[in-house]
């Protein structure tokens, strides 16, 4: 039995949220059923959200929201989401991402949804991540 437990761990991949500065800088994070990756480009400055599912794809809606629950809980929408062609992807771009940033920061969960569709994203071992991905070159949160 443990040597069964010890090969199911080892097997399994880790699923942290990892941040990359440069001159884009990336967060990103996957699990078992979709992925999220967020980028800051400051010459830009430009952030983008993508959700990717990988079981199940998006279905065209009129808007897009993410909800964060924990002790910072905060939620938010918007109607300018576009679909990959494949419609495995959503995508959200913006000037600012501060609200985005600190739900992923301060709570335990996130959501991503739409109107038929909802992807959840665990936020453990996100704030170190999240910090340094503020921190890319004087990243400026609105």
């Avoid at 039995?1 to 500065?21: D, F, Q």
């Avoid at 993508?50 to 929408?77: H, L, Q, Y």
Wanted: hydrophobic share 40%; net charge negative.
């Amino acid at each position: 039995m443990r040597v069964l437990l010890i090969s199911l761990l080892v097997g399994t991949p880790a699923h942290a949220w990892e941040a990359t500065v440069g001159e884009i800088c990336t967060l990103a994070h996957d699990t078992d059923d979709a992925g999220i990756f967020l980028t800051y480009d400051p010459a830009q400055p430009l952030y983008t959200l993508t959700v990717t599912r990988k079981t199940d794809t998006w279905t065209v809606t009129p808007w897009f929201a993410m909800r964060f629950s924990g002790r910072n809980p905060i939620e938010i929408a918007t109607p300018r989401h576009v679909l990959s062609p494949d419609t495995y992807s959503l995508g959200v771009s913006d000037a600012g991402f501060g609200n985005v940033l600190d739900g992923l920061e301060y709570n335990d969960m996130a959501y991503a949804f739409t109107q038929d569709r909802i992807t959840k994203f665990p936020l453990n071992g996100a704030a170190p991540e999240v910090r340094k991905f503020r921190d890319c070159a004087g990243g400026q949160l609105s």
